[in-house]
Structure formats: structure tokens, C-alpha cells
């Protein structure tokens, strides 16, 4: 062994050890000796391998080499024995003292971090505990999503059937209509409801169009509630994407307004539109509804006495950028507060009765959906005058922009498409109502309900089948000239069931009718060669709007 350098090393509080190039102890202080449990008698018998963890001997002699071969000093981490069994992590910096051939040395400084490293290991514990959580709560809003569309599709679809033109006896139909469907009816307690209202009077059981009206509307937000809570999932997980699609925007505001006044039927609800602006435009109806919901909503929440108005105009006609305000003759908010008000769980009142009738998220959310649409919000309010919130949005009013000159340049709108109101109020071309339609839903009312949607709108030739397999029989003895398939069937997958259809008929198209709405059904069935998307609970208007892409003319 080499003789010992004789460097003080005493006054270094960490463990400081001098090494040969072979990584034999020459010299190391007493804190060495109070880490690893070894004497220099015992740590002269052995080599710095022999105190690191086995993951770390290699590494440890790669260090070791470079520090003696180029002069470089060394960081890095490892673990060293702290006992005969046990192992405490260091951060290792080695740095060369001599490169005299054959006379090699270097300075090894071992500082613990152990108490260092279990908060890192807690930290990664927690952030994968957080993200197990997540992935849970994302399951489990994606399958209380999925359940909970089924039923609202029969809802709505009922809904929609007892509103058909020239209809008189909605009671009539009901009840007919409860008929055909009670053997599907599980619950016994809505069996005996049914049972104990048809004995009242007919205004009594069922009431006027108004009340149907209502129903219908109720029902709406309810499915947009259920869209919503996906959505609130996939904002946090950052997967949440527009969808951009024709609205009318005027109808779409009367719609938020309409239903937020049931709920404060003495209050004025206002909706004043700059008159530059058009009706329809081309962005995600979804998003923008659940932003205008959430403002009206908190605003009829706040609001005793006066009145809530919604006021749109452009913001900047040339970029295409729409501004909005919800304007509330309402308690208020302190001057404090407004820079809060946007922050998950804040209230304007905690503690009060009235914070208690929300979440404190809604604004929250407000926002992030307001910056997905490529604008902001920020709101204006002094207590006992009101609030007003202000947001905008980035908006395609029509196909084209004109560009004009007329003391300098600058932008003015086309005309909205012709087209546009004749395809909204009839979406079907006439030379498809001959076209056969083959339905696989193994929901007997959803299926049944579909049917005859379909069949008010003038389509002949439908079959159902309520099972993958009766499907693919009825496929292939009748070919039809297009399949609308649940993604979700007790015997096989839509997408298992697509392909077997494929393979007989290559060109059928087959849409997606089904309760999953996540992005990634969509993209696995866009992948998988589906003609179409529709989620439930079903727009009408939206399956035509596919059935005529399909078929865009003779």
C-alpha cells in the first residue's frame, strides 16, 4: 500500500476519503468511520467497492478512472454501507490530488442525503398515488358518463317523438307509448306510478305543451351536465379538443336564457345582440352553451331582484373575435374577491347559505373553456350594483371574408350560406329516404326509439337487431345500405362486429351510435374505418347530417 498522503481531513464534516487509482483507502477522517461503522484498520482491508451498493461498484469505477486519467472532478450519487446490512445514499464529488504515474491519488467527499432522498421518494410516492387517483376518478366519470347516457337518450328521444307535428293528445300517445315499452320497465316502483296516474285526470297527468316543453329542456341539461363532467375530466387531463360545427348562435343563447328563467321566473332576462352579427357560425356549440350556462347560472344565483342580460358584439370583426358579456343586477362581489373568483372552490360568500349552492368550480372552468375558445374573461362588479363578466372568443362566422377598400382597408362579411337554413330545418335529401337502414343497439327502448325517429323523418326501410350476431345475420341475407352500430353489445364489440360486416360488404358504411363519448372512442372508430360518430344521448340532426355525407348525392 501506498504510504498515506497526510492531508488533513479532519475539518471536512462530510465522509473524506483519499484513494489510490484502485480505489484503496489511504487516509479518511472520523466521519468515515462514524458512517460506514469500519475503522481505518478494517477500511485499509478493503477498497471503495467494497463499501458501495453493488448497483453503484461500476459506475463508481468509471468516475474514478476519469478523475485520475483527465483531471476532472466528479459528481454523482450512490449508495455506501452505513452497516454491515444496510445502505444510506450519498452524493459523491471525487477530485484528483496527484497524477504521478503509479502514484495516483484522489479525494473522495461522501455527503449523506438520505433524508434528502426519502422526500424525493415520498414526493414520487405521492405524485403516483395523485396519478393512480386521477386515472380512477377519469374511470370512473367516464363509466358513470357512459351509464348515464343510455336512459337520457330514451328520454330525449321520447320527448322528441311525443312533439311531432300535429300531435293534439300528447296524453294519448304517452300512454300508448308506455305500452309498448313496459315490458322493458325493470322497476317496479315506476310500474306503480304509472299504474296509480292513470286514473287522474288527463291535464293532471301529463299537463300542455308548455309542460312538455319543459321536459325537453330539462332534459337537454341534464345530457349537457352529463357531457359536461367528461369534459371537466379531460380539461384536467389537457385532452379536452373543440369540435366545430354550424350553430345558430342567437337560438343557442334564447335556449340558456330559456332555461335558467324557470328556475327565476321574476327576474327580467335580457339578450341584446349588436345587430353587425350574425346568427350562424361555425365553432364548438357544446363548449360555448356550458360557458353561457355556468355565467347565467351564477348570475340567477347572486341575482334577487332586476335582471341578468347577455349582450354579444364583435370584439374585432376582422380577426373574427366575438365578445360577450353577462351583465347581473345582483349582490355584487367585493373589490378583493374579483381576483379570486376564478380559482378552484371560490366563492363570492363562503360560508353563507347561498355559497352553498355551488361548488366554487364553475368559474374555474369558465375560464379554461374560454381559453380553449383563444379568448379571456375578466369581471367588473362593486357590491349591491351587480356583476358583469366579460369573455371572448375566437368565431367563423361564414366560409368566406371579404376583403373591401373604402378609405383604407378593412373587413367586412359575406352573407351567411343560403344553404345553411334549408339544410338545418330539412337535413335529408329526398333520395335517401329509400335507403335501407340496419340498427344493432342492444338497448331494446334506445333501439326502439331510434326507429321511429327515423321513420317520422321519412326512411322506409329499417331493420333492428339487438345483438352483434342477429346483426351480422340480418347484414347478410338483406345487405343493407347503411349500419348504425353500438360500440358496446353483450356478445361482441362494435368494432369486432364492424369488421365482420366489412368483410362481406367492403363499401357499407356503419356509423358509431353509441354511450361512450370519449376522444378515444372517437379516434379508435375514425382509425377503424367508421363512417361516422354520433354520441348519445342522439341528435337527430347530427346522424343526418352523417347519413347525408355518406350519401352526398345520386
Request: with cysteine; net charge neutral.
Amino acid at each position: 500500500m501506498h504510504h498515506p498522503v497526510n492531508i488533513p481531513l479532519s475539518f471536512i464534516l462530510d465522509p473524506a476519503m483519499i484513494v489510490d487509482r484502485k480505489g484503496r483507502f489511504l487516509q479518511c477522517n472520523p466521519a468515515t468511520f462514524d458512517q460506514t461503522g469500519y475503522d481505518l484498520q478494517a477500511l485499509q482491508q478493503m477498497t471503495a467497492a467494497d463499501l458501495l451498493h453493488p448497483a453503484d461498484t461500476r459506475r463508481a469505477r468509471l468516475e474514478l478512472l476519469k478523475v485520475i486519467r483527465n483531471g476532472q472532478s466528479r459528481a454523482f450519487e450512490g449508495q455506501i454501507r452505513s452497516g454491515p446490512e444496510t445502505y444510506a445514499w450519498v452524493r459523491i464529488n471525487a477530485h484528483l490530488l496527484s497524477n504521478t504515474p503509479g502514484a495516483e491519488t484522489a479525494l473522495v467527499i461522501a455527503r449523506d442525503i438520505s433524508a434528502e432522498k426519502a422526500r424525493e421518494l415520498e414526493l414520487r410516492r405521492a405524485q403516483r398515488q395523485a396519478e393512480l387517483a386521477s386515472k380512477a376518478k377519469s374511470r370512473y366519470i367516464s363509466t358513470l358518463n357512459h351509464e348515464l347516457r343510455t336512459p337520457l337518450n330514451s328520454i330525449i328521444q321520447a320527448v322528441h317523438l311525443l312533439d311531432g307535428p300535429g300531435e293534439k293528445y300528447l296524453t294519448n300517445k304517452l300512454e300508448k307509448l308506455s305500452e309498448q315499452f313496459s315490458e322493458h320497465l325493470s322497476n317496479e316502483r315506476l310500474r306503480e306510478v304509472a299504474d296509480k296516474s292513470s286514473d287522474a285526470p288527463t291535464g293532471e297527468r301529463l299537463g300542455d305543451n308548455r309542460a312538455l316543453h319543459v321536459i325537453r329542456l330539462a332534459a337537454t341539461h341534464m345530457r349537457d351536465l352529463v357531457n359536461d363532467a367528461l369534459s371537466i375530466a379531460r380539461i384536467e387531463a389537457g385532452e379536452l379538443q373543440l369540435q366545430p360545427r354550424k350553430m345558430n348562435l342567437k337560438r343557442t343563447i334564447e335556449e340558456v336564457i330559456e332555461l335558467n328563467s324557470l328556475s327565476r321566473p321574476s327576474l327580467d332576462f335580457r339578450i341584446a345582440a349588436a345587430p353587425d352579427v350574425p346568427n350562424h357560425f361555425t365553432m364548438d356549440q357544446k363548449v360555448l352553451r356550458q360557458v353561457l350556462t355556468n355565467l347565467v347560472a351564477n348570475a340567477v344565483r347572486y341575482t334577487d331582484n332586476g335582471s341578468v342580460t347577455v349582450r354579444y358584439a364583435w370584439e374585432n370583426r376582422c380577426e373574427g373575435s366575438l365578445r360577450f358579456e353577462v351583465r347581473d343586477t345582483g349582490m355584487g362581489i367585493p373589490e378583493y374577491k374579483l381576483n379570486k373568483i376564478f380559482n378552484a372552490f371560490e366563492q363570492v360568500s363562503p360560508g353563507s347559505e347561498r355559497a352553498l349552492a355551488g361548488t366554487g368550480l364553475g368559474l374555474t372552468i369558465v375560464r379554461r373553456l374560454v381559453r380553449l375558445m383563444g379568448g379571456e374573461i375578466r369581471a367588473q362588479s362593486q357590491p349591491g350594483h351587480g356583476s358583469t363578466f366579460t369573455f371572448t372568443i375566437q368565431a367563423q362566422p361564414c366560409r368566406q371574408w371579404v376583403q373591401e377598400k373604402a378609405n383604407g382597408t378593412h373587413c367586412s362579411l359575406c352573407l351567411d350560406n343560403p344553404d345553411f337554413d334549408v339544410i338545418a330545418a330539412n337535413p335529408v335529401h329526398r333520395h335517401l329516404l329509400n335507403k335501407s337502414i340496419l340498427i344493432i343497439d342492444d338497448d331494446p327502448i334506445s333501439r326502439e326509439l331510434l326507429h321511429r325517429r327515423l321513420q317520422r323523418e321519412g326512411f322506409v326501410k329499417i331493420r333492428t337487431a339487438g345483438n352483434g350476431i342477429l346483426g351480422l345475420q340480418i347484414a347478410a341475407h338483406e345487405a343493407p345500405d347503411i349500419v348504425m352500430l353500438d360500440l358496446h353489445l353483450p356478445d361482441f364489440s362494435g368494432f369486432r362486429i364492424a369488421r365482420r360486416l366489412r368483410k362481406e360488404l367492403p363499401v357499407l358504411p356503419i356509423i358509431a351510435v353509441t354511450a361512450d363519448a370519449s376522444e378515444e372512442a372517437y379516434q379508435k372508430a375514425m382509425d377503424s374505418g367508421f363512417s361516422g360518430f354520433v354520441p348519445k344521448p342522439i341528435d337527430l340532426h347530427d346522424l343526418l347530417i352523417h347519413i347525408n355525407r355518406v350519401f352526398p348525392s345520386d
